[in-house]
């Protein structure tokens, strides 16, 4: 019963402020607000983008959990603690230091100028390369923890099978994790969507190229909030869809989050 | 004998009371608001001042001579786009002085009951800045149009936004950005970095930021200009710190210190 009076101020904190978003959203003007190019051009690049950023984060962060969490090596925590930083980082500081690597006078970033003339930011790319990261380190961290807790003797007994170590990862290991890496890689493709800081300083804001979602918002609340409260109402109709849709992963006893 | 002794003291008492009455009702002249001394009792405390970003260095050096003038007083300052700045003006945020670099932002704190009135104290045109070894060859205005030039804007409701496509309209061009900051001084950094090519902000801007740009600047007969106007605001918490500030701003000691950063008269 103790438990019951925090437990209720908590979950009304995080309640409150949705609730005051449905409460002032202009329902009657919605689809005008909407039906405005630059909400729905920003609504298809957010999407787009948070799931490149999202294949991405899966195909170079899987590798990386499965090295974090099996290779017996010294100095893997320092590792560990490197591919974590950008979750505690601020975005913005992410963003900046984004640019000062791969900018157009940036440390790595100067090569590719002057070899190719191409620099990421302000470019459709660039807003994935930000988005992927400060969203990987969710994905990581979450495949990391399913792989130390796969057993490890059904891996064994697939090696003594005569099974290669490739077949006994897509075979075994991996159908083991796959609740994780499903609910990774919800986490990765929200942060990834929600992304404001590092987008922003990296790639720019511009509408149809960098111009995602929290970007329109941001806009628009300068001009006229209406618009900034419609756009809001969409992106939480789609976190609240992609949070059903996942449900049943998400809540089945078991699976390691 | 009495009576003129009496009438003698009379005259003495009469004449003492007048000579005090004279003396206790002069004040001393309010010189520019920097060095009088009898109205530092009045200024104290807090004075938050909201003031856009191209203000930045003017205002720092303004709110310095302010404190040093009135000892007990400390001048908070918080710069940003006048546009992000009006709403949060309108939405509650705690202020006693509003700086806008446009008329339209003003209007909208007044519209809502922000503030009741404002003067406008200077204002300021366009001018285009480059990296200092400006690689894409931007030599004038018509170089921002040329294919593969790229070119930072302010966001269109920020007044250095608005401005610059004025200035676009003026000469009948079309200018495709890469980017749209949220105030001047991301526009200014982003030229900085050297991640664009070009940006366009204020004369002002391109002053205080030295050796760190290159200006190209915008001939007279397309530039455009902004007004700047400045308000005590209706909340006020401290309303007489907010009126000394404006005072000061509006002296002629103040109006020295933005000229000398590059603003024109209003």
Redesign the interface.
């Known amino acids: 019963m103790l438990l019951a009076v925090p437990a209720a101020v908590g979950f009304a904190f995080l309640l409150l402020p949705l609730l005051a978003l449905l409460i002032r959203a202009p329902w009657r003007g919605l689809g005008e607000l909407l039906s405005g190019s630059a909400g729905l051009t920003a609504l298809r690049l957010s999407l787009e983008c948070a799931t490149a950023a999202t294949v991405l984060s899966v195909l170079f962060g899987v590798p990386l959990a499965w090295l974090l969490a099996r290779v017996r090596l010294p100095g893997i925590g320092l590792l560990r603690a490197v591919v974590l930083l950008p979750l505690v980082l601020p975005p913005v500081v992410g963003g900046l230091a984004l640019?000062l690597a791969l900018?157009?006078?940036g440390v790595f970033g100067r090569f590719g100028y002057s070899a190719f003339g191409y620099?990421l930011?302000?470019t459709t790319a660039g807003v994935v390369v930000a988005e992927t990261f400060v969203a990987m380190p969710f994905l990581v961290i979450t495949v990391e923890g399913a792989i130390r807790s796969a057993d490890r003797e059904l891996e064994e007994a697939a090696a003594t099978l005569g099974a290669s170590r490739f077949r006994t990862f897509s075979r075994v290991t991996l159908p083991l994790i796959m609740p994780s890496l499903l609910a990774g890689a919800v986490l990765c493709w929200a942060r990834a969507l929600g992304e404001f800081g590092a987008t922003?300083t990296f790639a720019?804001?511009?509408?149809g190229?960098?111009q995602t979602m929290p970007l329109a918002v941001?806009?628009a609340?300068?001009?006229d909030?209406q618009p900034a409260v419609a756009l809001s109402l969409v992106l939480l109709l789609v976190a609240v869809v992609v949070l059903a849709a996942l449900r049943d992963r998400w809540l089945r006893p078991g699976s390691a989050l | 004998m009495r009576s003129t002794r009496s009438a003698l003291l009379a005259a003495a008492a009469l004449a003492a009371l007048v000579g005090t009455a004279g003396c206790g009702s002069s004040t001393p002249a309010r010189s520019g608001g920097a060095t009088s001394a009898s109205d530092s009792a009045g200024v104290h405390g807090t004075v938050t001042v909201l003031a856009a970003a191209s203000l930045t260095e003017a205002f720092g050096t303004l709110a310095s001579q302010f404190e040093a003038a009135h000892p007990g007083a400390t001048v908070k300052l918080s710069f940003g786009?006048s546009?992000?700045l009006a709403?949060q003006i309108i939405a509650g945020a705690p202020a006693d002085v509003f700086a806008s670099a446009a008329t339209k932002n003003m209007q909208q704190v007044i519209t809502a009951g922000g503030a009741s009135s404002s003067s406008n104290f200077v204002a300021n045109v366009m001018e285009i800045a480059v990296p200092p070894k400006n690689p894409a060859h931007v030599g004038q205005l018509s170089d921002l149009a040329r294919p593969g030039v790229?070119v930072?804007l302010c966001?269109a409701?920020?007044p250095c936004g608005a401005t610059a496509r004025a200035v676009f309209d003026k000469a009948g061009m079309k200018v495709t950005?890469?980017?749209?900051?949220?105030d001047v001084k991301s526009t200014l950094s982003?030229v900085e970095?050297?991640?664009?090519d070009a940006g366009v902000v204020y004369v002002t801007d391109v002053r205080s930021a030295g050796s760190k740009v290159t200006g190209v600047p915008i001939p007279a007969s397309v530039n455009a200009s902004t007004e700047y106007p400045i308000a005590t605001l209706s909340k006020a918490a401290n309303a007489a710190g907010a009126q000394a500030f404006v005072a000061y701003v509006l002296s002629p000691a103040g109006r020295a210190v933005l000229a000398a950063d590059g603003f024109e008269k209003p």
Do not use: C, D, M
């Open positions: 640019l900018g157009r006078n620099s930011p302000f922003i720019g804001n511009f509408p190229t960098t941001y806009n609340l300068e001009s909030p | 786009a546009s992000a709403q790229k930072a966001q409701q920020v950005p890469v980017t749209e900051e949220a982003k970095t050297g991640e664009v």
